[in-house]
């Protein structure tokens, strides 16, 4: 039978709980309760042809009956005469739903963060209203958020490091953890004159509010012994900031950027040349190098739909940048050394030439096989060299 069971009530509640509403209406959203339920019951051709089940149903809406209230009407039939059946299920007040579905203590947390708010940061009143599950994730932290919050208010452009900022209880860790939630309380207090709109993310935090960001660190090798920057026979492994390295303008007339760390340091002597370690998506500490615009670029990185991905990514700064060992051949004459990749992209990428494009697609169409891969590491030693003598 069909009928709304005591289940389907609660689930009816907790539906109400999982939207926030029950929690905004702590904050003055708008009012939950007295809330009639649906209420789906037999009709007459049922009452009287499965009497013994409508009875149990009843018994069973009845004996569940602690949190809600049930209105009866009287029904007459021909055969089984006058029976008391439920015509309408209510929510009467917030305690009683909150008993139904187990949630009287977030509720009694939630409400200690709307009063710790009120009289602290009441400007974050909106937030608690619009996002209160999330609020009672944080009910722990709430205290410390709150002062952290208030230390900003007081602190017009900081400019220090999140490590400087002295608060009990808090420390950078914290901060970093809880950027997301800092950033949309940050928003609702902070005047538009002391957010950067220009950061956006959680790399973009300490910019976007004023804070000293850690700098970007470019780490690169001189592969012509002629053009080492120190004096010393050793070889130079070097890593600066971003700031430093756009400012040297080293004389070099061909890039290499590659993503394995022994790749990096293995790369071959190639004159008026040199390599960079890569670090993935996000070439934030390159973008704003001028002087490598005027430069022969090559990328190196796994011939894997994410590898195509970074390549695409990275013309987005350099339109000049070609790929290094990225190629059909190189992967088939590596076939036994494929691995897979987990969790392969497969949105268009525009900025692929037609034969980078045609593997991209071969890859993630999986026409060569399932999530095929080639890491770069994996690639013999020789065919670098011999890659190299063709540029």
């Given amino acids: 039978m069909s009928w709304t069971t005591p289940a389907e009530l609660k689930a009816q509640v907790q539906k109400l709980w999982d939207r926030g509403l029950i929690l905004s209406s702590l904050i003055g959203g708008e009012s939950v309760f007295p809330r009639r339920l649906t209420l789906k019951g037999p009709d007459s051709r049922e009452l009287?042809?499965?009497?013994?089940e409508v009875r149990d149903w009843i018994a069973r809406l009845s004996g569940a009956a602690k949190q809600y209230r049930i209105v009866w009407r009287s029904s007459k039939h021909r055969i089984l005469g006058a029976n008391e059946l439920p015509a309408e299920i209510w929510i009467d007040t917030l305690d009683d739903a909150l008993g139904l579905i187990g949630k009287r203590q977030e509720a009694l947390q939630f409400a200690d963060m709307v009063r710790l708010t009120r009289d602290g940061q009441p400007m974050l009143l909106p937030w608690l209203e619009k996002r209160p599950l999330r609020a009672i994730e944080l009910a722990e932290e709430w205290p410390r958020i709150l002062s952290?919050?208030?230390w900003r208010l007081k602190h017009p452009q900081p400019a220090i490091y999140l490590r400087q900022i002295d608060l009990p209880?808090?420390?950078s860790?914290?901060?970093e953890g809880h950027r997301g939630v800092l950033g949309e309380l940050f928003d609702l207090v902070l005047p538009p004159e002391e957010i950067d709109a220009t950061a956006t993310g959680a790399s973009g935090f300490c910019r976007r509010y004023g804070f000293q960001d850690k700098p970007l660190r470019v780490r690169f090798?001189?592969?012509d012994p002629t053009l080492a920057l120190f004096p010393t026979e050793s070889d130079h492994d070097i890593t600066v900031t971003q700031a430093t390295f756009?400012?040297?303008k080293l004389p070099v007339t061909r890039v290499f950027i590659t993503e394995n760390e022994i790749n990096f340091l293995a790369f071959p002597d190639v004159p008026e040349a040199m390599v960079i370690f890569g670090a993935g998506y996000g070439f934030e500490n390159l973008a704003s190098v001028e002087w490598l615009r005027d430069r022969v670029i090559h990328y190196w990185g796994d011939i894997d739909t994410h590898g195509f991905a970074i390549l695409n990514q990275l013309r987005g700064f350099f339109p000049q940048a070609a790929s290094l060992l990225m190629d059909r051949e190189t992967l088939l004459e590596h076939?036994?050394?494929?691995?897979t990749e987990p969790s392969p992209e497969t949105g268009a990428l525009t900025r692929l030439t037609c034969d980078e494009s045609a593997l991209y697609d071969q890859l993630r169409r999986n026409e060569l096989g399932s999530h095929v891969r080639l890491e770069q590491e994996r690639i013999g030693f020789e065919w670098l060299v011999e890659a190299l003598g063709r540029v």
């Fill in 221 to 223: 090798r001189i592969l």
């Fill in 48 to 52: 009287s042809d499965s009497f013994t």
């Fill in 335 to 339: 076939q036994a050394l494929w691995g």
């Fill in 173 to 175: 860790k914290f901060i």
């Fill in 148 to 150: 952290i919050v208030a």
């Fill in 246 to 248: 756009a400012r040297l």
């Fill in 169 to 171: 209880g808090v420390h």
